[in-house]
């Protein structure tokens, strides 16, 4: 039976072409339901107040970074969205005096131009330039790593890529957007070999870092998150760290305030993970796969799935 057209992109895979039990089923979570999903290699976490979340957030850059010594070196991958943890890292590496020059820090993702090529770090919604003024700028320089430890997917995104089979990745973190994605790691587009069905989850996961179209929901959400709405502002193009890199992380983590995401959304992967119900056209729900995964909530901020006037 042909899967139903996207109702908000129907040249695109998305969330919308699932089989209608499935969103019923999330829909039904409650607060309490979406905690009682942990797993075995699926953990989910809840925190009460925004305080203990970003500060648990943080933690995590500190106990990746410990690990890290000249001859083994450490680092963690990060996302922008969210960025709240980013000066508490710099606060905590510098109250800390964490000697941080061995470990290293993949950024996730940056945009990229018409001509496909990725952002500058002038560029208003650089990844990179975040990064940098939030955090690392931050920590004092006997303590930062060298900027040969720093890496971002711009420019040789084979030797980005190679770079996580030479030094050990803790912790990728994530943030979920409203297309289901960690990174930009989006939906396909529905055509061609995937006209009728998305690609499977095997082959999904093989993909690696590049350079990949964005799905109309994540431009959306990016104007609205990053750019006052301005969708004229955002790239329609991005360079994501892919699957293939997500499964060599020991651990995969994805913060959830209530800020990128809906009460919908964040109960669907949740599920879908928990119920090892990976569909490409869903990409969170591939993490469905991975041995070692935990979604963090902030509890106030999960909402419900009602409908509501306003």
């Known amino acids: 039976m042909t899967r139903p057209l996207s109702k908000v992109a129907p040249e695109w895979w998305d969330y919308t072409t699932l089989e209608a ?17 942990s797993r075995p ?28 010594t000249e001859d083994n070196p450490v680092g963690i991958c990060g996302p922008i969205g969210p960025t709240e943890q980013l000066p508490l890292v710099a606060r905590l590496v510098n109250e800390l005096e964490l000697d941080v020059r061995s470990a290293h820090f993949w950024g996730m993702d940056e945009w990229v131009d018409e001509q496909g090529v990725p952002v500058p770090i002038t560029h208003p919604l650089s990844f990179a330039k975040a990064d940098m003024e939030m955090c690392f700028n931050r920590i004092r320089p006997q303590l930062r790593m060298p900027e040969a430890n720093l890496h971002f997917p711009t420019g040789d995104l084979a030797a980005y890529s190679a770079s996580y089979d030479s030094i050990r990745c803790a912790v990728m973190q994530g943030g ?31 993909l690696a870092t590049r350079v990949t179209d964005l799905h109309p929901m994540t431009i959306i959400q990016n104007a609205r998150t990053s750019g006052g709405g301005q969708v004229s502002l955002v790239p329609t193009r991005a360079a994501t760290v892919g699957p293939l ?31 090892r119900v990976p569909d490409a056209s869903v990409p969170m729900s591939l993490l469905a796969d991975h041995p070692n995964v935990q979604f963090h909530f902030y509890r106030p901020g999960i909402g419900e799935v009602e ?3 306003h």
């Open 307 to 309: 409908t509501e006037m």
């Open 176 to 206: 979920q957007g409203e297309v289901k994605h960690w990174a930009f790691n989006d939906p396909p587009k529905r055509g061609g070999a995937y006209r009728d069905a998305p690609p499977s989850p095997e082959e999904y996961r093989k």
């Open 245 to 275: 890199e997500t499964w060599k992380a020991e651990k995969v983590s994805i913060w959830q305030a209530g800020c990128h995401d809906n009460p919908f959304g964040m109960r669907l992967t949740a599920l879908m993970i928990a119920k």
């Open 41 to 68: 290699g699926f953990e989910v976490l809840m925190h009460d107040t925004l305080e203990d979340f970003y500060l648990a957030e943080a933690l995590e850059y500190v106990h990746a970074w410990r690990q890290s």
């Open 21 to 37: 039990d499935v969103l019923g089923d999330a829909a039904k979570l409650s607060v309490e339901d979406l905690a009682g999903l």
